[in-house]
């Protein structure tokens, strides 16, 4: 390459990660807060203004994924029809509304129903998102741009605890409880990022109004050339991957971390809440939030790292199996801790642990799966991690009923963790060696 094209190249990346990664991750922000403030509201007046028991929350909280499976491959469809730009932003409007509505919600009928609704509003917006990224950019920088989205993830909690926490301080402000304010607050953005992303994002680099000819020849030719690679490619029928004992595998390990992840996204307010009767501590709600939001940071810098040790090793699978090892002895471990500052600081290992491993995961799926393939192994892979958004909310809380504590439902969590980290390592000899600058296999799901 020579240096009037290295110097293209450099600087269209460049605008790309400033024009549209923090945007997009913007998107992701409150998409993931959206679906999350449920867990906020639960242990503050939610859950006692319903009448909800642990075990209908955790199915309140589980039930949003019942919608969102089904509808996630076909609303992908969908944004390949209408364009990214138009889709991903009808997405937001519409999952904004769904969030308003919980704002006057009365009956724990009418909480199930409402959930149901999001999932479905939201379905497609994750691997939308993903697909609409890796349109705009080739293989080769397409894991550094990923990880720079998925640090929106951690970061929602480390603001949007505080943020909601901060909102339903103002309990009593117009007639409504602390919580129904909370979700109003976040349920606005919504709509009102969604109506900006329908003039903000442009569908492909030539629709790019802020990329020069150069720039915008440069990546329609780099991205041309990749799809003609994948065409000629091997194309192995979709049937054949979907029995490949490695996609099955993936499946496994995903599922284990997300079961872990959202474990700890809906309990953790709750389980902070409990700190009064277990060790005689008091906290308002703004300190409760801020509290929450305490392990999300370090894990914020975990996957960034985490994540650059992998693009600059090439990724491995102890990439992801050691930091789900992690978590899986961690998890069950802080429930043992004898203080709250000893409970956070083992939470903290947990969501490092987690989100370090969940970027990196992705990037395997492509070393054993191409062409139609690999966008149904990798569907598949998506759908069954996926389940464990609404198994692991509804098992914790039915369990914690059960026993009286949530040790148990940790343990399940530590258990399913160390599955992950187990078939993790297993896959050094299921997976074939990596391609140079494979590209990561979820844009194609």
Known sequence: M??????????????????????????????FLDRTAISFAGPNGLNKDLGLTAAQFGFAAGVFFVGYIFLEI???????????????????????????LFTWV????????????????????????????????????????????????????????PLAAWLMSAHGAFGLEGWRLMFFGVGVPAIAVGIVAWFYLADKPADAKWLNAAEKNWLTTELAKEEQHKEGSHNP????????????????????LIYGLYALAFFLPTIIGGFEGQFGTKFNVVQKGIITAVPYLP????????????????????????????????????????????????????????FSALPTFWSIPGRF?????????????NTIGNIAGFAAPYVTGAVKDATGSYQAPM????????????????????AKPAVKNNPIGMHKA
Not at 249 to 255: D, E, G, H, P, S
Not at 300 to 327: E, I, K
Not at 372 to 381: D, E, Q, S, T, V
Not at 422 to 429: D, E, N, P
């Open 2 to 31: 020579n240096t009037a094209t290295n110097a293209i190249e450099k600087s269209a990346i460049r605008k790309v990660s400033l024009r549209l990664v923090p945007f997009v991750a913007l998107m992701f922000f409150i998409n």
């Open 74 to 100: 076909p609303s992908n469809l969908a944004l390949y029809k209408f364009g990214a730009r138009r889709w991903l932003a009808r997405i937001m409007v519409t999952w904004g509304i769904v969030t308003l």
């Open 106 to 161: 009365s009956s724990i009928p009418e909480l199930y129903i409402l959930r149901v609704l999001l999932g479905i509003a939201e379905a497609g917006f994750f691997p939308g998102a993903i697909l609409f990224l890796s349109l705009w950019v080739p293989a080769k920088h397409r894991s550094h741009i990923l990880s720079l989205f998925y640090l929106a993830q951690p970061l929602t909690i480390v603001i949007g605890a």
């Open 237 to 256: 029928f979709a049937l054949k991957a979907l029995l490949d004992k490695r996609v099955w595998v993936m499946a496994l390990i995903y599922f284990g």
């Open 299 to 354: 894990a914020a810098a975990a996957l960034f790292l985490w994540s650059r040790d992998a693009t600059r090793r090439g990724v491995r699978t102890w990439h992801v199996g050691v930091p789900a090892l992690v978590g899986a002895i961690s998890i069950p471990l802080a429930l043992f801790m004898q203080s709250p500052v000893a409970t956070i600081a083992v939470i903290t290992v947990t969501a490092c642990a987690i």
């Open 369 to 381: 799966l191409s062409g139609a393939g690999a966008a149904a192994g990798i569907a598949l892979i």
């Open 411 to 430: 343990f399940i969590v530590g258990a399913l963790m160390l599955l992950s980290a187990v078939l993790a390592f297993s896959l050094t000899t299921l």
